[in-house]
RNA sequence: GCACCGUUCGUCUAGAGGUUAGGACACCGCUCUUUCACAGCGGUAACACGGGUUCGAGUCCCGUACGGUGUACCA
């Protein structure tokens, strides 16, 4: 049974980087009919932020991401939260200290410092230095108990094999080997109790039967010393998948300083769900058809590690904004309508009739990449008031006699059973242009300013189909008076 | 600095020894459209570099360069 866990820190909100994380293990999970779970890693407490885990858990609902097991929904491995699980990891790493697997340290972050500050003048790598800070060896095994009798501030950590090379495989890189001379003694519990990600992340693994670990590449490089943990505990590791990092355009981790990077940005800016879904999914995947647009189920079922792409992805913004204009394009208008309804009351419009808009959804959404576009692209079929029009273009247009006089036989002739037949329509407009000496382009043009107060828009037919004779009329007489 | 990972059009990618190196976004034309867009058609544009291996290398090996990540009592 494939178990995957998704395990965000919660910090903030969720990052459109993490988003992909999370899908790659759900889209994995479901593929192999597993388990995904949720976990949170909270085990710094001065970087918790209060409401984190539950907007986090709206955005990866709100994509469609969903968990069997977590802190929300329960499940036999919990609980789901590493806080909660606080005296787990005090257990396993002393059991690490009676093997001999790990050790006490003593320092403080001043000789730390001290120490890191040293090695870079000795141009050598900074890493912590057994054999002459403060520990359980230099110091001697009855210093030791001494000080851990008097509760001396201390930490747990990792007795790492220098001889050894420690080797993993990755299911998206290979054969990783890295030698255990440069490997840290990396701390597992920290002085005030709490574990580090490495010791946690290590122990739920386990006690959650985890069996596929698929996370970010930044934490490659730290593997190893899991590896060396599962090794101490005499536990079976994981399969390892790090995936590709998301990029910013100079190919740097993708950051805020570079666009929206939060999952509710996207949501706030208009992006569908399903849109950034299909368009993350493929930032890093993909299943080597001649094809973008992919329903969840869709990348469920073509979904494979092996697919995987090794580089980093610059994420393209042009690119998303794109697929969100073609998922516009194919959904339900009258479901598009039901979601654009709230705005258009917010916005005061009066013309807001559920089949009436979705009409306008149908005409108007061919030509903007956002739903909520057509609030203002469309503003003059919602609402009567349409928006002032540059003096300019008021005062041209008004003096133009011909025009007047074009525009008054077009009006005088309006009718919706014209406007019912695209051929009426078209020869009342060429009538109208005709009678004053006009070209039809001297006469289209401005009738869609008169009508709409804008110069680009649907066609001009089924635009005023959809306005209606009596609307045109009071708008053309409004310009005439 | 050191360790690890990476490198095909500007971007996302296909390619698992023999391809005119394919697709998508973006960009540029043309067609359609009495506007803008959509659509259709066409175009510009890539194997980082150097050595091997091989009859043959984008594909395999080794270097180099460049980039990224990591190097915390953060995850």
């Known amino acids: 049974m494939v178990r995957v866990r998704f395990a965000p820190s919660p910090t903030g909100f969720l ?5 992909r994380t999370a899908l790659y293990n759900f889209l994995f999970a479901r593929h192999h009919g597993g388990v995904c779970i949720l976990r949170i890693e909270d085990t710094d407490r001065t970087r918790f932020v209060e409401g984190a885990i539950e907007e986090q858990i709206n955005s990866l609902a709100w994509a469609g991401v969903t968990f069997d097991e977590g802190p929300h929904v329960g499940g036999n491995y919990g609980p789901y939260v590493q806080s909660e699980r606080f005296d787990l990891y005090r257990t396993y790493g002393m059991q690490l200290v009676e093997s001999g697997h790990a050790y006490y340290a003593f320092d403080t972050a001043e000789e730390l410092d001290a120490m890191r500050v040293r090695q870079q003048a000795a141009g050598i790598a900074p890493k912590y230095d057994r054999s002459s800070m403060r520990n359980q060896y230099t110091l001697g095994e009855q ?8 509760a001396a501030p201390h930490v747990i950590r990792l007795k790492v094999p220098l001889t050894a090379d420690v080797r993993f495989h990755d299911e998206i890189r290979g054969d990783v080997v890295v030698a255990g001379r440069e490997i840290d003694d990396q701390i597992l519990l920290k002085s005030d109790g709490f574990p580090t990600y490495h010791l946690a992340n290590v122990v739920d693994d386990h006690l959650m039967e985890i069996t596929h670990v698929i996370r970010a590449e930044e934490w490659l490089p730290s593997t190893p010393k899991h590896v060396l943990l599962y090794e101490a505990f005499g536990w079976k590791a994981p399969t390892f998948a790090h995936v590709p990092l998301m990029l910013n355009p100079d190919r740097t981790k993708m950051s805020k300083r570079h666009g929206d990077v939060m999952v509710r940005d996207f949501a706030a800016k208009g992006y569908f769900p399903d849109a950034l879904v299909n368009f ?33 992805a610059v994420f393209d913004y042009k690119k998303l904004e794109w697929m969100n204009a073609e998922y516009l394009r194919a959904k339900d208008c009258a479901a598009l309508a039901n979601a654009l309804l709230p705005s258009l009351e917010a916005a005061g419009y009066t013309h807001r009739e559920p089949t009436y808009v979705a009409r306008v959804i149908e005409l108007l959404r061919e030509r903007v990449t956002f739903l909520h576009d057509i609030t203002t692209f469309g503003d ?10 540059d003096q300019a273009t008021e005062a041209s247009l008004q003096g133009d006699a011909a025009l007047r006089a074009a525009l008054a036989a077009f009006r005088d002739g309006l009718s919706d059973d014209i ?31 008169v009508v709409t107060h804008r110069d680009v828009g649907a066609d001009l037919h089924p635009t005023l189909q959809l306005l209606g004779a009596e609307r045109c009329k009071s708008r053309l007489d409004a310009f005439l008076s």
Request: glycine letters at 8%; hydrophobic letters at 50%.
């Open 143 to 150: 210093e030791t108990q001494r000080l851990l009798a008097e």
């Open 280 to 312: 993350v999914a493929l930032c890093g995947w993909n299943p080597a058809e001649d094809r973008e647009i992919y329903a969840m189920q869709e990348l469920i079922d073509r979904f494979t590690l092996d697919r995987v792409h090794r580089a980093g």
């Open 15 to 19: 990052h459109i980087g993490s988003l």
């Open 380 to 389: 003059y079929l919602f609402g009567d008031t349409l928006a002032a029009l």
């Open 419 to 449: 406007l019912a037949d695209a051929d009426a329509f078209k020869g009342l407009a060429k009538a109208s242009a005709e009678a004053a000496g006009l070209a039809m382009g001297k006469f289209m043009k401005p009738l869609r300013v």
